[in-house]
């Protein structure tokens, strides 16, 4: 273990936690009354709890202390001494914000930057005034002005009874220093609440070498750090753990067993990529092998090497399956998403998930994330009517928002359904003329078309700029990452009834179906994903404009691409006359061209496997791959030749 | 000189592994007790420079022994020895005035690491 993994553990457990008190929080808004209401504070407190105790054991002061706070309201709210009003949801939802926030600051080291101050007090105000042993780094601060000094110690790890050994370090202490206040309070280390790092305020003439000394004197103590009001958040060289490795390189991947977590290990996703490689590399070995063992005639090795081939083949199913994470992972944060922008709009949305135990690949999921936050906020913000609006237009107040995950075959299909007003295909429209993106005498627009529109950069009707969705950043933004995952996105409006927008993902990453294309002898996959349509190249849709040669293609206009131009190989020589090269017309987005090839040879799920790029070579390869029969082919990297 | 030590236990066993790991160290044990009156008479009758208590004890606890021998010398230097889950009985012993503690089962070099802290 070193400081890296425990960051990174800290950071995913964290977010976890944080992800539970925003469930829980929503439970509880709306229903502080009902059943539950007691579970839900149990649960946001115990998440707090945790996250206090991770982040006091990493040093990270202000996570530690604004959980602190939270804690402290938690803790008068499951004793009942505190009504779950409104205003504490809200001051309570802020926190987490807060948390959620701090957490990643923390971890690079940025805690300062966030100003907890209003909030702290704000969370203060839901408790009575009489406090004993308040402690938080204003009050740090303070006493350092005051001449005072706050002081942090850790205790060694396997030291026994650490609390009581605490306990005897405040009695030393105190001898020799008037003590303000203490973290944890002494009543928390008389319940042996106590995480090993204890922190002291304190006043009076001792010299910090003489605390030092009485502190190390009570034994069992590994630092001692005075911290400054100019400096509360620990430096990144401080030791964070005791015991440290010096720093790793980032790119080592490694096992990290949670501790307490039942029967699961934590992986990291770098060293499931690279189990996923070699896993394709298996199965481009097993062809080979099994193409020698049928060429030797001998029975007992062909058997032989059935038999591990089938083993092969369930090797990469299992490694497969064990990059999928059910979708709640990250669905479970967006109803907070939802809640906020309805709240900031003055909408009402009734937002539900469907298909939480749907898997998809870790890594494909993290990156989709944020695209599905921007789907989700455009239909709260120009999906769902005002509550006003819905009635007069016959609809409940309320508007439905659904966000669901279905398995379709060997993809995934995310939706978002909205029951909304629709897209306004006339505003559309009428933006596309005056942009002149578009023939002004076209009168409809297909969905295909509406997408395309809406899929281009900067492209938006909202009628103005509203803080929830921004400034016509959305549907582009997602439609070129879901692209860029080898996914498609579907859109489909109804005036006044509402729209959904598919988003369409392979389950894995790693495999991408591919076209197989030959230039010359050499083979090319161009990502499906990527493919439009392939044509014939007849003479008479060439043309060259401005000294460049474009291809006619269902009445638009395309640059050409030549693969055997870009990869330096000689002209064409066709066999015979009819013998026509290939045009795959390629697309990113709304860029489009067409790339010619010699032939189409077929389609395979290729296993992508990342290489160097030689220094100065082509840009326009993302990848290598093994065919089937062995030989190596290279990966189009479309987006760059568009 | 030697410091000396007074071994407080009701099992014979504990006070021969306590008296052994503080008589290599080079201590030299003076007295042991088996409840804790007989730990606060030995105390007043030799004044030894440590002291090694159990916190249950027949016939008066190691606790309530702290505290008489600590009113009978404020600077009496008393080692608390608990099994685990002692907690609050730790806690409530070094209120009443012992310096320190160990755990059991005792690994020798903790023992001599809270005698020398609780000599200093």
């Known amino acids: 273990m070193n400081t890296l993994e425990y960051a990174e553990l800290f950071l995913s457990e964290s977010r976890e936690h944080v992800t539970a008190v925003n469930q829980a929080l929503l439970e509880l808004e709306r229903d502080a009354e009902g059943p539950r209401a007691g579970a839900c504070v149990d649960e946001i407190f115990r998440a707090v709890h945790t996250i206090k105790g991770m982040a006091a054991t990493m040093g990270y002061a202000v996570v530690t202390e604004l959980s602190h706070e939270l804690e402290t309201v938690l803790d008068r709210a499951r004793r009942r001494e505190l009504t779950i009003d409104s205003t504490v949801i809200d001051i309570l939802l802020r926190a987490a914000d807060s948390l959620e926030r701090l957490v990643e600051l923390a971890v690079a080291g940025r805690e300062g930057e966030l100003d907890i101050a209003s909030l702290v007090a704000d969370l203060r105000s839901l408790r009575p005034m009489v406090e004993t042993a308040e402690w938080s780094i204003s009050g740090l601060a303070a006493a350092n002005a005051s001449g005072g000094l706050a002081v942090r110690v850790r205790l060694a790890s396997d030291a026994p009874l650490r609390s009581v050994r605490a306990m005897l370090i405040l009695k030393a202490v105190g001898k020799i220093a008037e003590i303000t206040s203490t973290l944890p309070s002494a009543a928390d280390l008389e319940a042996d609440r106590f995480d090993g790092v204890l922190t002291i305020q304190c006043t009076g003439d001792a010299p910090r070498a003489e605390i030092e000394r009485v502190v190390r004197a009570a034994g069992d103590v590994t630092t001692v750090e005075f911290l400054d009001a100019t400096t509360p958040a620990p430096q990144p060289s401080a030791p964070i753990i005791e015991r440290v490795e010096p720093a790793p390189v980032m790119d080592e991947g490694g096992v990290r067993v949670a501790a307490g977590r039942g029967r699961h290990v934590r992986i990291d996703v770098r060293r499931l990529d690279k189990l996923m490689n070699l896993a394709g590399e298996l199965i481009v070995a097993r062809g080979r092998l099994l193409q020698l063992a049928s060429d030797a005639g001998d029975h007992a090795l062909e058997e032989t090497v059935r038999l591990s081939s089938r083993l092969i083949t369930e090797l990469r199913d299992e490694i497969t399956a064990s990059r999928m994470v059910p979708v709640s992972n990250v669905f479970d944060r967006f109803p907070r998403v939802v809640r906020d922008a309805a709240r900031a709009l003055g909408k009402r949305v009734d937002f539900s998930i469907e298909g939480r135990d749907i898997e998809l690949d870790r890594s494909m999921l993290d990156d989709i994330a944020d695209s599905i936050v921007h789907l989700l906020r455009n239909a709260v913000d120009h999906g769902i009517e005002m509550p006003e609006q819905r009635v007069a237009a016959g609809k409940p107040a309320i508007g439905n928002l659904v966000l669901s995950a279905t398995r379709d075959r060997s993809a995934i299909v995310i939706r978002v359904t909205d029951d909304g007003r629709g897209i306004d295909r006339d505003r559309v429209l009428a933006r596309a003329k005056r942009d002149g993106i578009i023939d002004a005498s076209k009168s409809d627009l297909s969905e295909d078309e509406l997408l395309r529109l809406l899929a281009r950069p900067g492209f938006s009707t909202a009628e103005q700029v509203t803080e929830v969705s921004g400034r016509g950043v959305g549907v582009d933004a997602v439609y070129t990452r879901v692209r860029a995952l080898g996914g498609a996105m579907n859109i489909r409006s109804v005036p006044g009834q509402g729209a959904t927008m598919s988003i369409r993902l392979p389950l894995t990453l790693a495999v991408v179906r591919s076209l197989l294309a030959r230039v010359s002898d050499e083979m090319y996959a161009i990502p499906l994903a990527h493919v439009n349509e392939t044509i014939e190249l007849t003479p008479d849709i060439v043309r060259t404009v401005k000294g460049k040669e474009v291809v006619l293609a269902r009445d638009e206009v395309l640059p050409l691409i030549r693969l055997r131009r870009l990869v330096g190989l000689p002209h064409y020589a066709p066999a015979s006359a009819i013998d026509l090269e290939q045009v795959v017309i390629i697309d990113v987005g709304d860029r489009r061209a067409g790339l010619v090839i010699d032939e189409l040879t077929g389609q395979e799920e290729i296993v992508v496997k990342q290489f160097d790029a030689v220094r100065d070579g082509p840009p326009f390869f993302g990848g290598a791959t093994l065919l089937g029969d062995g030989r190596p082919c290279l990966i189009v990297d479309v987006s760059s030749l568009l | ?120």
Do not use: W
């Not at chain 2, 592994?17 to 160290?25: E, F, N, P, R, S």
């Not at chain 2, 042991?32 to 007989?38: F, I």
């Open chain 2, 1 to 120: 000189m030697s410091h000396t030590v007074l071994v407080c236990d009701d099992a014979i066993f504990m006070r021969t592994m306590v008296g052994d790991i503080l008589t290599q160290a080079g201590f030299e044990v003076i007295g042991e007790a088996e409840t804790g009156v007989q730990a606060v008479e030995k105390y007043q009758q030799l004044r030894p420079d440590l002291v090694t208590m159990d916190i249950v004890m027949p016939d008066m606890g190691g606790i309530d022994a702290v505290r008489e021998i600590c009113k009978l010398d404020p600077n009496a230097k008393v080692l608390m020895c608990s099994a685990m889950g002692q907690q609050a009985l730790v806690v409530e012993a070094i209120q009443a005035g012992a310096k320190d503690f160990v755990v059991k089962p005792f690994q020798p070099s903790r023992v001599l690491e809270a005698v020398q802290r609780v000599l200093a």
